[in-house]
């Protein structure tokens, strides 16, 4: 009965409800009595019945009256954060698991290139929290595409409470040089989505965050479209470390450097620098590689972001606020940016464990990846060929090595795996294994969950496997 009186919301009518069904099956028992009794007894039975029908009615009432006691404290849960358990119960949900649509609620023009998207849970319910630097999946229906496309983005602010994800989106064209189709998913969200546009997400994700209660002064350091996660992680340093400050005076530091061509590729442009004016802990400095006179006061320098900034001018800074050069460093950008930077702060004497990055492009290496094998070798075990199951698809197929990666073989053998980022960063291919084992060419960036891999970066290690796929 308390399953069917849960959903009532009305205390008193829950009540009611109760009271009345225990009142008719109280009534209902004693009928029965009444009809077997012998009839010498029957002013007793009456008197029974009544007082029976009364307990009943009683009992009826308590029992309503609990259950809106219980269902008052699963609501106060809800607004305190605490995650329900039930997945029917989505709406109600801090966290979700696979995909949840968002409404998107604004869509705001950042600079030639980069649109953000201001995307609300479209059933109202809270969101869940995030470490600044993560992503966000979503998945985009494209008419001329086999089957949903994919797609990794960061989210791109960071503002307690406030009821949206953000995500800031380059439009990909063909690569110069190339005959080839522009980005699918990024031209799509520009042309083809707009306000009221609904888009299923997962739960934010990744290990490219910065630790928001550490003290150590932070270099973020992006190019392009690589900012969106450090405006995230800028802004949550600024946000703790004033809570910080409020509560014990010390305030954390925090480099914000920039790369763009110039002031009209430039997005967030005027956003930080407002921030900068409000908190005296944000140092912010910008390089454009090709500035146009109106640019002329919006930049710092000319050129590129690059070790010489760094060694010249940010490393002596940091001395003199922190007395020490101690910093942790956040690279996000093109490939080939980022390992200048990582080869130019290891030659600046940076500790590898200072230095964190992201790539949102294959081209880039990920932290602490190894170097790939060579084709026709694996890391270990040296398997020439393997025997690979795709269990889910009834399929058997022979791999060896120069067919690549499991996600790779897979498609060519025509299973087509979901994928996005293909380099070990989204989750987004994870598969079950079931029989053998796999090496993998770099170390995930993401862990994938007990008992399953990332098809994306790995290929057989024993002469059979079996996948769930
Ligand atoms: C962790 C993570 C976070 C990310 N965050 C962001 C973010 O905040 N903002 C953002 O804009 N992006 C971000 N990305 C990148 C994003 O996920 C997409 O990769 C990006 O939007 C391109 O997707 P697309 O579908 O538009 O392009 P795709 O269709 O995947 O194409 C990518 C490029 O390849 C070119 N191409 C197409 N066919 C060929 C071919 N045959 N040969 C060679 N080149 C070809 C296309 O022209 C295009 O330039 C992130 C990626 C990761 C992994
Ligand atoms: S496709 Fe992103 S982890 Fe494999």
Known sequence: MRSILKPVKSPLTRAIIGASTIL???TLIFALWFGITESKEEKTNFKLGVYG?????IAGAVVGGLTGYDAGKGSANKKSGVVASSQDNASQDKVWKDWRNFVVDRKVQESQEITSFYLKPQDQGELTDFKPGQFLTIKLDIPDQARPVIRTYSLSDYENGSGY?????????SPKGLDVPPGVASNFMHDQIHEGSVIPAKPPNGKFFIDINSSTPAVLISNGVGITPMISMAKAVIKTSSDRASANGVDRHVWFLHGARNGEYHAFREAMVDLEKQHPNLHIHYKYSRPRPEDEGHFHSQGYVDKDLIESQIIPQIQEISGSSNAEYFLCGSPKFMDSLRS???ELGVAEDKVFFESFSKGGKTKGA????????STSGEVTQAEVVFAASGKMAIWSPDQGTLLDFAEVEGIDPPSSCRQGVCLTCMCELNEGEVDYLEPPTTE????NVLICICRPKTNKIVLNL
Do not use: C, T
């Open 24 to 26: 008719s099956l109280a």
């Open 53 to 57: 029908s009364l307990f009943g009615a």
């Open 165 to 173: 994800y953000r995500l800031s989106i380059k439009k990909e064209g």
């Open 344 to 346: 130019g702060l290891s």
């Open 370 to 377: 190894a170097p790939s094998a060579p084709a026709g070798e």
């Open 448 to 451: 994938p969950d007990e008992g």
